[in-house]
């Protein structure tokens, strides 16, 4: 998880590098910590000093319009209006799904073309133009793409993102990014956390114009895509002379600009992603609530606090242990993994009286492997005998973008197959 030297960041000034200990610089730091030790004045050695001159210095990184704006949250700023269950009644009025309605959780894809693309934008080698351009045809592409496999609330397929929280940490002031710092996601999967210097704030829309582009392509509902401020404090280096909480709050009110900018550009479905909410809960289950999740949901919430009830918020999170929590981020949709868990976690909510509707991925995009129509349709049955009709949505587990296309769309025409049979069996009971 930590990244292996600074020696090759080039472009990053020693204003900044100075702060930083990578895996190299670590294990200088830990060799002096052990020589240090061993002195009696160690306050006097030249390596005391240089660091604590470092942290006595000012550090220009605050940003008085964030100050003020986190100032005046108040408490209605957390609370969406009227309540969930009747917002779900506006919903299902305004955008006129079908029961079980069918969708993805963002991603596409990544062929190499779309990999391609984005590295020859970054050397230089294409304009913005060209680089813009071959997105939107992929958007274009991706859109038509998910009306023939017949799906019901689509997606724009995330191909201008290299990373669901670099993507945004590059579009949002107060973060640095390094060359070659690269850490292990998952598998062989690798990324580039960015790193929290200052305060955080948006300046601009970020994802508004693919998100209208890919939009004015259909006249299905297209589903705006963003991560969660969870999500992006805690796949980021975090600063360190400010709380963790203060940290989500800002970023929780840079999504809430986007969020609004979306809904003011027409969307009206929006997915902001908590895949890392639980990475950050402390080992004490006594200090679950209040060292974390009593700041990581507000922080959530606050994205949402300000739109319309008619706008339907959905969420991709994890939530073994955390149920109830996860129900109090008051989302109007949830999708999580559940494709190889057996659906327990479908009794836990019950249990808990979970109240968001619920979208338990019905095959598990870790594979290639194409599940059959037969084997998705048993697990929509399994679910309703224990979910409300009303309440249940049909998705995979997770984003696609490793996934190749053959496969996506074998497994996306029979997900969409087999929620139109579980459809016909609830028109004939
Ligand atoms: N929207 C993201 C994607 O589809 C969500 C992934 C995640 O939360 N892990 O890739």
């Known amino acids: 998880h930590v990244p292996y030297t600074l020696k090759h960041e080039t472009k990053l000034s020693q204003e900044f590098t100075s702060y930083f200990a990578f895996a190299e610089e670590k294990l200088a730091e830990l060799k002096e910590l052990g020589q240090l030790a061993d002195q009696d004045n160690y306050q006097e050695s030249e390596v005391y000093q240089k660091n604590k001159a470092l942290f006595a210095g000012e550090r220009d990184c605050h940003n008085e319009e964030v100050t003020k704006r986190l100032s005046g949250v108040i408490e209605k700023d957390y609370i969406r209006l009227p309540k969930r269950s009747e917002r779900q009644a506006l919903q299902k009025k305004e955008l006129k799904l079908p029961e079980f309605p069918t969708t993805t959780i963002g991603s596409f894809p990544q062929t190499k073309d779309v990999k391609a693309n984005r590295s020859a934008f970054r050397r230089g080698e294409i304009s913005k133009e060209e680089y813009v351009a071959f997105n939107k045809k992929k958007i274009a592409d991706c859109v038509k793409w998910q009306e023939e496999i017949g799906l019901d609330v689509l997606v724009h397929g995330e191909y201008e993102r290299n990373d669901m929280v670099e993507y945004f940490g590059e579009a949002l002031g107060g973060f640095l990014f390094t060359e070659k710092a690269w850490v292990q996601s998952s598998g062989t999967r690798c990324v580039k956390p960015p790193i929290i210097w200052g305060d955080v704030y948006r300046d601009k829309p970020i994802t508004v114009e693919w998100s209208v582009y890919a939009q004015s392509q259909t006249d299905k509902i297209m589903k705006g895509m963003l991560t969660g401020p969870v999500t992006i404090l805690n796949w980021s280096f975090p600063r360190e002379d400010v709380s963790l909480k203060e940290m989500a709050y800002q ?70 242990e955390i149920v109830k929590d996860i129900d109090n981020m008051d989302a109007d949709v949830i999708s999580f993994e559940a494709s190889r868990s057996n659906l327990t976690i479908i009794d836990a909510l019950n249990a808990a009286h979970f109240e968001t509707e619920v979208g338990p991925g019905v095959y598990d995009i870790h594979s290639p492997r194409v599940p059959s129509v037969d084997e998705i349709v048993d697990a929509l049955r399994k679910m309703l005998a224990k979910i409300d009709p009303d309440k249940l949505w049909v998705n995979p587990d997770c984003g696609l973008k490793t996934r190749g296309i053959p496969e996506t769309e074998a497994s996306l025409k029979n997900l969409v197959a087999a929620a139109k049979i579980v459809r016909g069996e609830l028109e004939t009971k």
């Open 251 to 320: 970023i929780g009110i840079a999504i809430r600009d986007e969020v609004c900018d979306l809904e003011a550009a027409g969307i009206r479905v929006i997915q902001i992603d908590e895949a890392a909410l639980k990475e950050k809960l402390p080992i004490r289950r006594a200090e679950w609530h209040s060292e974390y999740l009593d700041w990581a949901i507000p922080a959530f919430r606050l994205c949402a606090g300000k739109i319309r009830p008619e706008t339907q918020i959905h969420t991709h999170s994890e939530f073994n």
